[in-house]
């Protein structure tokens, strides 16, 4: 089980340069919107063709512009679900499902396949019913069983959980853990959310202006993300210019202090970054004097904005999130922040 | 009361509704697909018969189909047929006349039609055809139904440029309309009116069909 993507595609002054393999497991495209990554997965299902480069999965070639191959969606067995999952309002769920089993012609095969999946997906008593009278969550289940069962090579999921409110999405992103787990071929997941890419993915792509940043480990990326586009994708909050002074030490001038940090800084650093909950009072290291700007209440937690007293004016305040229960009637007069917790950005 | 007229009528309509049913629906899809300025160039010019005056569409279809001019004079050569002054010389005049409102309303509906529908049709492995037939024509249905509908009763009602073609011979041409303007012209008001009515039930009736087979279909898809 392997994808291997090589594409290029130039629209207008946007150019989509995308070269990737897939490691097996659910990858995440993590990206802000129109950077290429839904038009990555047109292009992979054959919706959208590439103006050059090659698609290749599991050894067959779904598009190569050399060889002049391009094979109709219809021959790529890639499942793709859209982010309104594209059930066709005119038929019921079963008919939808049968849709995916159109190729099938053993009429009890058929049956039982149908049976079986909607038993996994939990639509019995659904089957007659037509999209229209299906809650959101019920729209998605029926979307992806009509697409297992059509037994794809390759999964692609397009913001699956966007058009879902935010209790649903985390009901449904719970169910798909389960599904994913049980479908033992390569998925590909589109979202701009960090949360969806850490809950779900191996591995993730960062994806900024049509092609791919970095690859890696989920965890990896989250723990080192090592560009700036990188630190704003995983929702990284404070970001700030800096430069080398040590081999363990950078200085930021907007802050003016210096950072200590874990890992050893490389002659081209250009920035750092430090996640709003990585602050804390007790922490020797990184320690500074700061002034409280804004104290923001959350449902769960506290964000205080403060800055450093030998901060630049116009330099914009410094993010601390802090638990309600960890939050003290005074606020600290100095923060500190452990080495290991500076992200190094570069480029 | 000779019936010849209502016969003649709903045969011309039928037979150019469902022409200009088909040939509207394709040239609705394959137009929507253009580039732009193609699809502009064509947009204008399968539309023209809507604004232009009925006698105008008559007098292109004489120079064109007339036993004098290149297509009627080659039909009259090679088949023997005469395209004009015969009772299905109103079947060309219906189609053109009626064609942009269904190509139109067609086109409307198709461009409002959600493409992630084929896309993912096609994921799936289903045919295009079935795509088309199965998907987009019952999701477009309701501007296709109207196009048809619009198509058919503009048909039954055609007058100027059937009178030009196809002209008012009794028993043999006679279509309601040009009865009822033949009926009026010689100071034949009753039977002209009875015409009339008989023009209202028809219309009435057709119109009436198409409002309780849309609602049938309809309340079985959306929320209840």
Request: hydrophobic share 45%; with cysteine.
């Amino acid at each position: 089980m392997s994808l291997s993507v090589n594409i290029r595609k130039t629209l207008g002054d946007f150019t989509l340069d995308i070269v990737f393999e897939t490691k097996g497991g659910v990858l995440g495209f993590l990206g802000a919107s129109g950077t290429g990554k839904s038009m990555t997965l047109r292009c992979i299902a054959g919706i959208e063709t590439p103006d050059e480069g090659s698609i290749v999965l599991d050894g067959v070639t779904l598009f190569d512009s050399e060889k002049h191959i391009n094979l109709p969606p219809q021959q790529r067995h890639v499942g793709y679900l859209f982010q309104n999952f594209a059930l066709f309002p005119n038929m019921t769920v079963q008919q939808n499902i049968l849709c995916g089993l159109y190729r099938e012609k053993d009429k009890d095969k058929k049956k039982k396949d149908t049976e079986d999946i909607i038993r996994m997906l939990h639509l019995q008593g659904f089957e007659n019913y037509y999209p229209a009278q299906l809650s959101g969550g019920q729209q998605q289940r029926a979307a992806v069983a009509r697409i297992l069962v059509n037994r794809p090579a390759l999964l692609l999921l397009d913001e699956p959980f966007s058009a879902l409110d935010s209790f649903l999405r985390e009901q449904m992103q719970a169910q798909l853990v389960d599904i994913l787990h049980s479908f033992d071929k390569d998925v590909i997941l589109v979202t701009h959310s960090r949360d969806e890419a850490y809950q779900l993915c191996r591995n993730l792509a960062l994806i900024d202006g049509g092609h791919i940043l970095r690859m890696a480990g989920t965890k990896e990326i989250f723990s080192d993300p090592g560009s700036r586009q990188g630190a704003i994708l995983t929702g990284c909050k404070n970001i700030v210019d800096a430069q080398k002074t040590g081999e363990f030490e950078v200085e930021v001038p907007a802050w003016g202090v210096r950072i200590t940090t874990a890992q050893a800084v490389r002659d081209d650093l250009k920035a750092i970054g430090i996640r709003a909950h990585y602050f804390n009072p007790k922490a020797l290291a990184n320690h500074y004097p700061i002034f409280i700007v804004e104290e923001i209440e959350e449902p769960f937690a506290w964000v205080i904005t403060f800055a450093y007293e030998t901060q630049k004016k116009n330099s914009p305040p410094i993010w601390w999130r802090l638990p309600k229960d960890r939050k003290t009637e005074v606020l600290p007069k100095e923060l500190g922040v452990a080495p290991q917790n500076i992200l190094l950005l570069y480029e | 009361m000779d019936w010849y007229p209502l016969f003649n009528s709903l045969r011309i309509a039928a037979i150019s509704g469902l022409i200009v049913f088909f040939t509207g629906i394709f040239a609705a899809y394959y137009v929507a697909k253009l580039p732009r300025l193609l699809k502009g160039v064509l947009d204008v010019v399968l539309t023209l018969p809507l604004v232009l005056p009925p006698t105008v569409i008559g007098f292109f279809l004489i120079l064109m189909l007339g036993p004098n001019h290149p297509v009627g004079s080659w039909f009259l050569s090679v088949f023997n047929i005469r395209l004009v002054m015969t009772w299905y010389s109103g079947i060309f005049a219906a189609v053109v006349v009626s064609f942009p409102l269904m190509y139109r309303t067609a086109r409307g509906a198709f461009e409002s039609f959600d493409e992630t529908l084929a896309f993912s049709g096609q994921t799936l492995g289903l045919p295009n055809t079935y795509i088309f037939w199965r998907i987009r024509m019952p999701v477009c249905r309701q501007g296709i139904l109207a196009g048809a509908v619009l198509a058919f009763a503009r048909a039954l009602g055609e007058y100027g440029a059937t009178s030009m073609i196809a002209g008012y011979i009794p028993g043999r041409t006679a279509t309601i309309s040009t009865t009822v303007y033949q009926l009026w012209r010689t100071d034949n008001e009753t039977l002209a009116f009875q015409w009339v009515l008989v023009n209202l039930v028809i219309s009435a009736i057709v119109l009436l069909a198409v409002n309780m087979l849309e609602k049938k279909k309809t309340e079985r898809w959306s929320i209840r």
